[in-house]
């Protein structure tokens, strides 16, 4: 299983890739292992404001259907238009192709409440 250092996570299984005052969002590949083969995704609109610890959308797999929570407050700048249509993308490259959403951050604070890849590695461990 894959935890790329440059990340950070949450214990929803939620990563976050920060570039400057906007980060992408999307699921781990621990969640996408959980849920098993996904077949649909509903994302937010572009404008949307997002709240830290809220659904920002959700994602059905042949076994469950599961929200996904925002890491972080903000407003949604952009969604991954491909998500929909090709849904299996979140299981075959959930830190490439299948990033969710793209947020402008309201407080950078927030990124100090997640979990760097070590930390987040020992949480599944745990789990």
């Known amino acids: ?9 949450t214990e ?14 999307g699921i781990t590949d621990f969640a996408q292992d959980q ?11 572009v ?16 076994k469950a259907v599961s ?4 890491p972080l407050s903000g407003e949604v700048v952009e969604v991954n238009d491909d ?16 990033w969710m959403v793209k947020v402008k951050l309201n407080d950078s604070g927030e990124l100090d409440d997640l979990m760097d890849a070590a930390a987040y590695q020992e949480f599944i ?3």
């Open 12 to 25: 929803e299984h939620e990563w976050v890739m920060v570039e400057d005052d906007v980060v992408t969002i």
């Open 83 to 98: 998500l929909p249509d090709e849904p299996e993308m979140l299981n075959s490259s959930p830190y490439e192709d299948g």
């Open 1 to 9: 299983m894959e935890f790329p250092e440059e990340l950070k996570y």
């Open 35 to 45: 849920l098993g083969d996904v077949v649909f995704v509903e994302l937010p609109e």
């Open 125 to 127: 461990e745990q789990d």
């Open 67 to 70: 929200d996904v929570y925002s």
């Open 47 to 62: 404008g949307d404001q997002l709240e830290a610890g809220k659904p920002l959308g959700v994602v059905e797999s042949v």
